[in-house]
């Protein structure tokens, strides 16, 4: 089993920045792939964006590309989401996954932070 703690959403204005933390403490397998999901209220969780770990590839949904950026600490065992030019529709839970494996499934999920930009 391995633990996902999400951090660093809150409250921000349209136009800002915030920058959320995935820490997976105590982890002793490196995952294939990490990635970021949102929930809006009244919608499905989306993909937003992903990491490859060992090689540092990513991907991006295409309502954040540019303005959103996945990045990993692989001594530090975390996983970052830095978010600029925040949008009202970009209010929304945000959870980090992990996939262990290529072409499995995200099967550990953190406990999800809230992001709330307002306009």
């Known amino acids: 089993q391995v633990r996902l703690v999400e951090s660093g959403g809150g409250l921000v204005q349209a136009g800002g920045s915030l920058r959320l933390s995935c820490a997976a403490p105590?982890?002793?397998?490196?995952?294939?792939?990490m990635g970021w999901f949102r929930q809006a209220p009244g919608k499905e969780r989306a993909f937003v964006a992903g990491?490859?770990?060992?090689?540092?590839?990513?991907n991006y949904a295409d309502s954040v590309k540019g303005r959103f950026t996945i990045s990993r600490d692989i001594a530090n065992n975390t996983v970052y989401l830095q978010m600029n030019g925040l949008k009202a529709e970009d209010t929304a839970v945000y959870y980090c996954?992990?996939?262990?494996?290529?072409?499995?499934?995200?099967?550990?999920w953190g406990q999800g932070t809230q992001v709330t930009v307002s306009s």
């Open positions: 996954a992990a996939r262990q494996v290529l072409g499995g499934i995200y099967q550990y």
């Open positions: 105590g982890r002793t397998v490196s995952p294939y792939m």
């Open positions: 990491i490859v770990w060992s090689a540092g590839y990513t």
